[in-house]
C-alpha cells in the first residue's frame, strides 16, 4: 500500500507540478497581454495627446486666419468708403469755381428776365446737388474766426463785428460732411 501511497503521491505531485506550470505559463501570457494591453494604451494615449495638440495648432491658425481676414475686410470697406469721400470731395472742390462764377453772374443786372429766369433755375439744380452729396456752406460772416475753416486775408479796423470776428466773406468755404472741402476767404475784424 505504501507503494501505492507513493504512487499516487506522484501522481498528485507531477499533476501539481504540471498544474503549476501551466498556471505560470498562464501566468506569463496574461502579464505578456497586460503588458501588451498596456504598452497599446500608451501608444492611443500618446496618439490621442498628439491629435490633440495638432488640433490646438489648427485651431489657433484658424482663430488668427479668421481675424486677418475681419481686419482685411474692415481694412478695405474702410478704404473703399474713404476711396469714395475723397473722391466726391474732389469733384466737388473742381465744381466750386463754377459755382462762385454762377452766383457772381446772377448778381448783374440782366435786360432778357427769360434768360435770368433759366440762369437761377439751373443755379438752384446746381444747389440741390450739392445738397444731396451733402455739401454745406461754412457759414462765416459774423461769426468767430476759426483757422480751421477760415482763411484770413485781411484784417480790418472800424468794423460793425467784435474783434477776432469774420466782418467779409471774399469766397464762400464749404464743408462736405464733417470733411472741409474748402477754407472760407474772409476779413477779420482787428479793434
Do not use: W
Not at 469733384?91 to 463754377?98: D, F, G, H, R, S
Not at 462762385?100 to 437761377?120: A, I, P, Q, T
Amino acid at each position: 500500500m505504501t507503494e501505492q501511497i507513493n504512487k499516487e503521491a506522484e501522481e498528485i505531485l507531477e499533476n501539481t507540478e504540471n498544474d503549476m506550470e501551466t498556471a505560470a505559463q498562464e501566468i506569463s501570457e496574461e502579464t505578456t497581454d497586460e503588458d501588451d494591453a498596456v504598452s497599446e494604451y500608451n501608444d492611443v494615449a500618446a496618439q490621442i495627446a498628439d491629435l490633440e495638440e495638432k488640433l490646438e495648432e489648427a485651431n489657433e491658425k484658424y482663430v488668427r486666419l479668421f481675424a486677418e481676414y475681419d481686419n482685411y475686410r474692415k481694412r478695405t470697406a474702410r478704404e473703399k468708403t474713404d476711396t469714395f469721400a475723397n473722391a466726391s470731395a474732389k469733384c466737388i472742390e473742381n465744381l466750386l469755381p463754377v459755382v462762385d462764377s454762377y452766383e457772381r453772374s446772377l448778381e448783374f443786372e440782366c435786360s432778357d428776365e427769360n434768360f435770368k429766369n433759366g440762369m437761377v433755375m439751373i443755379f438752384n439744380q446746381l444747389k440741390e446737388f450739392m445738397a444731396k452729396m451733402n455739401v454745406a456752406e461754412i457759414e462765416s460772416l459774423g461769426a468767430e474766426f476759426d483757422p480751421n475753416f477760415h482763411n484770413a486775408i485781411q484784417q480790418m479796423t472800424d468794423t460793425d463785428y467784435a474783434d477776432n470776428h469774420v466782418c467779409a466773406v471774399f469766397q464762400k468755404g464749404y464743408m462736405m460732411g464733417d470733411k472741409l472741402i474748402r477754407p472760407a476767404m474772409v476779413a477779420v475784424a482787428k479793434d
